[in-house]
C-alpha cells in the first residue's frame, strides 16, 4: 500500500506573520498616498489661483496666450496641480521633487505630452516660463 505525505496545515505562527506582512503592506500604501497627498497641498500653500487669461497679461507679449495656457495646462495635468497655482518661476526639478511620491509619473507625462508635439531635447532644470519659451520657439521651427 503506497501512503500519500500529508500536508500539514500552516501553523499559528505563519498565519500571523501573513496578517503582520499584510498590515506593514498596508500601512506602507497608506504612508505613500498621505505623503503624496501632502507634497501637492505644501506646494499651493500661500498660493492664489490666477486664471490663465490672467497670468498671459503678465508676459508683455513675450509669450503668447495660447502657448502659456498650453503649457501651463500640459504641466497641471502632467504633476496633478491645478494650472492656476504655477507661476512662471516654478522649476520643473522641484515639480519633479513633489511627483517622486508617483515615481516620476509626471515627468514622463510631460514628456509624451512634447512627443505628441514632436518636441525633444527638453531643457533640463528649467522654470515653466523657459519651457513655454521653448515650446513658442520649437513650435514655430516646425514644419508646417
Do not use: C, H
Amino acid at each position: 500500500m503506497q501512503y500519500l505525505p500529508m500536508v500539514a496545515a500552516p501553523a499559528k505562527k505563519d498565519k500571523q506573520m501573513g496578517i503582520w506582512l499584510g498590515v506593514a503592506v498596508a500601512t506602507a500604501l497608506v504612508v505613500v498616498l498621505v505623503s503624496r497627498a501632502l507634497a501637492r497641498r505644501q506646494f499651493a500653500v500661500g498660493r492664489q489661483a490666477i486664471p490663465l487669461d490672467e497670468l498671459a497679461g503678465q508676459f508683455d507679449g513675450e509669450l503668447s496666450a495660447d502657448i502659456i495656457k498650453e503649457v501651463w495646462t500640459a504641466v497641471g495635468a502632467a504633476y496633478d496641480i491645478d494650472p492656476k497655482l504655477l507661476r512662471p518661476t516654478d522649476n520643473l526639478k522641484q515639480l519633479a521633487e513633489i511627483d517622486s511620491w508617483d515615481l516620476g509619473r509626471g515627468g514622463d507625462r510631460l514628456d509624451d505630452w512634447l512627443k505628441e508635439k514632436q518636441l525633444e531635447g527638453k531643457p533640463q532644470n528649467t522654470t515653466i516660463k523657459d519651457l513655454a519659451i521653448w515650446v513658442q520657439s520649437s513650435t514655430r521651427s516646425l514644419p508646417q
